[in-house]
C-alpha cells in the first residue's frame, strides 16, 4: 500500500540505541523495567571468583570463538555455541542458588533481545520464535524453582549444582559483558538497590524473588507479541 | 495501576523507535529528537496515570509529539511557522480535479532515487510537508489517520502529500 520504499528503508535507519531506549524506560518510569536485579560490582574480588577468573582469562585470550558466538543470533553460525557452552558455563559458575537464579533471568532476557533484533531484522519467523519462547520458558521455570518457594535463609554451597551443568571455563566473556551492561543501565539503581540489600538477605531475597517475577512476566509478554507479530507476517507473506 | 503501567510499557516497546523516528524527521538535531521522544512518552504516561482517558495509544502518542514539536519551532524559529502553512490553501480545489493516479507517477518517479538522497532531499522541505510525508511514507499511516492526529480533514491531507510529492521530486531532479 506505501510506496516510496528508498526512503523507507533509509528511515528504517534512524532508531533509538539500546542504552538510549534503556535510559528513556528508565526515566519515565522511574525505575528500569524489566527489573535488573542487584548485582555488586566488586563480585571479582572474591576469592571464590579469582581462581576461576584466572583459568577463564587464559581462555578467553586463547579462544575467540566462544566470545565471538556472544552476539550471535538464532540462525546464525555461532548460535548454537553460545547456547549450548557459553551459557551452560555461565549458569555453572554462578556460586549460589539465587545467583544461579539471576543468571536464568538473564538467558531468559537474552532470548527477548534475541527475538526484537530478529524481529527489526525482519528475520523473525514462526519457527524461531517458537524455539526462542520454548527456551525462555524453561530458563524463566528455573529461575523461579531457583528463587525457591518459601523466604529462607541464604543456602549455603552445599546445594548441589545441576547435574547438566558441566564446569567449563570461557565464562568471563559473559560476566564482563554483564558488567558492562550493569554500568550503563543500572548505574543509577545499583545505588538503590545497595540500600537494601545491606539489610537482611531474607527480606533481600523476597525483593528478589518479586522484581524477578514481575521482571519474567513483562518479557514474557513482550516475547509474545513478537511471537504474534512474526506469525502474523508470516500470513501476509503467504498471500 | 499494574495494567495500565504493563500497557504502556508495552506501547513504549512497540512505538519508541518509530516516534523517535518521526521526531528525527523533524528535528535537524538528534539529541533534541531524543529529548522530545521521551518527554512525548512521559507526558502521555502521567497523562494517563492521571485517569485521562486514550482510547488508541499510537495516534495519541503522534498527536502529542506534534504538539511538542509545534512548541519547539515557536520557540527556536518563529519565521519557519509561515514556511509551516506556505501555499495551502488556495489551489485546493485544482488539486482535487487532478486524476488518482499521478501520485503513484510521482512516488514512482522519486522511488527512482537512492534512499539516502531521497531521505535528504525530504528533510529539506518545508515542514509542512516533511510532516505529511514522513507520517505517510515512513510511519505508514493513511491519509485519514494523518488527518486525525493533525487535525485537519483527509483531503486536505491528501493534498498535501501530493503537493510535498511534487517539491520533492522537483528537489531531487534539479540537483542531478
Redesign the interface.
Known amino acids: 500500500m506505501?510506496?516510496?520504499?528508498?526512503?523507507?528503508?533509509?528511515?528504517?535507519k534512524?532508531?533509538?540505541r539500546s542504552a538510549?531506549?534503556s535510559a528513556?524506560?528508565a526515566?519515565?518510569?522511574g525505575t528500569p523495567?524489566p527489573v535488573v536485579l542487584h548485582r555488586s560490582s566488586y563480585v571479582f574480588l572474591s576469592p571464590r571468583y579469582l581462581v576461576p577468573l584466572f583459568v577463564v582469562l587464559v581462555v578467553f585470550i586463547g579462544g575467540g570463538t566462544t566470545s565471538a558466538a556472544q552476539g550471535a543470533l538464532p540462525g546464525d553460525l555461532l548460535y548454537p555455541v553460545k547456547v549450548s557452552i557459553n551459557e551452560t558455563v555461565e549458569v555453572a559458575l554462578a556460586p549460589t542458588p539465587a545467583a544461579k537464579a539471576e543468571v536464568q533471568v538473564r538467558l531468559a532476557e537474552r532470548r527477548v533481545e534475541e527475538a526484537q533484533k530478529l524481529s527489526l531484522q525482519g528475520r523473525l519467523n514462526k519457527k524461531t520464535a517458537k524455539i526462542l519462547s520454548d527456551d525462555f520458558d524453561e530458563h524463566a521455570a528455573r529461575a523461579v524453582a531457583l528463587a525457591g518457594p518459601e523466604p529462607q535463609e541464604q543456602i549455603t554451597a552445599a546445594a548441589p549444582a545441576e547435574p547438566e551443568e558441566t564446569l567449563a571455563p570461557a565464562q568471563t566473556t559473559m560476566m564482563f559483558q554483564a558488567t558492562i551492561e550493569a554500568t550503563t543501565t543500572e548505574a543509577t539503581t545499583t545505588l538503590e538497590q545497595e540500600k537494601p540489600s545491606l539489610k537482611k538477605s531474607k527480606d533481600r531475597r523476597n525483593v528478589l524473588r518479586e522484581s524477578l517475577r514481575e521482571s519474567l512476566r513483562?518479557q514474557s509478554?513482550?516475547l509474545q507479541?513478537l511471537k504474534t507479530r512474526a506469525s502474523e507476517t508470516e500470513l501476509q507473506n503467504e498471500r | 495501576m499494574r495494567d495500565l503501567?504493563?500497557t504502556?510499557?508495552?506501547a513504549?516497546?512497540?512505538y519508541?523507535?518509530e516516534l523517535?523516528?518521526h521526531a528525527?524527521?523533524r528535528m535537524k538535531d538528534r539529541d533534541r529528537a531524543?529529548e522530545l521522544?521521551?518527554e512525548c512518552?512521559?507526558k502521555v504516561?502521567e497523562y494517563a496515570q492521571k485517569g485521562g482517558e486514550i482510547r488508541e495509544l499510537r495516534p495519541f502518542l503522534y498527536r502529542t509529539l506534534r504538539h511538542l514539536i509545534i512548541d519547539e519551532y515557536r520557540r527556536k524559529k518563529p519565521v519557519s511557522l509561515e514556511q509551516m502553512v506556505e501555499g495551502d490553501g488556495d489551489e485546493r480545489s485544482v488539486e482535487d480535479l487532478l486524476p488518482q493516479d499521478e501520485s503513484?507517477t510521482l512516488?514512482?518517479a522519486?522511488?527512482r532515487?537512492?534512499?539516502?538522497r531521497?531521505?535528504a532531499a525530504?528533510q529539506e522541505l518545508p515542514d509542512a510537508y516533511r510532516e505529511a510525508l514522513?507520517m505517510?511514507?515512513?510511519d505508514?499511516l493513511s491519509p485519514r489517520e494523518i488527518g486525525d492526529i493533525v487535525g485537519e480533514t483527509e483531503n486536505s491531507v491528501s493534498v498535501r502529500i501530493h503537493r510535498g510529492l511534487k517539491k520533492l521530486k522537483e528537489l531531487l531532479e534539479h540537483h542531478d
Do not use: C, V
Open positions: 506505501t510506496n516510496l520504499h528508498n526512503i523507507r528503508n533509509e528511515a528504517e534512524i532508531r533509538l538510549e531506549k528513556m524506560r526515566s519515565i518510569f523495567t513483562i509478554d513482550i507479541e | 503501567e504493563k504502556f510499557n508495552h513504549f516497546e512497540s519508541s523507535d523517535f523516528r528525527s524527521m531524543l521522544t521521551q512518552f512521559m504516561w503513484n512516488e514512482a522519486i522511488e532515487f537512492e534512499g539516502k531521497a531521505l525530504l514522513s505517510r511514507y515512513i505508514g
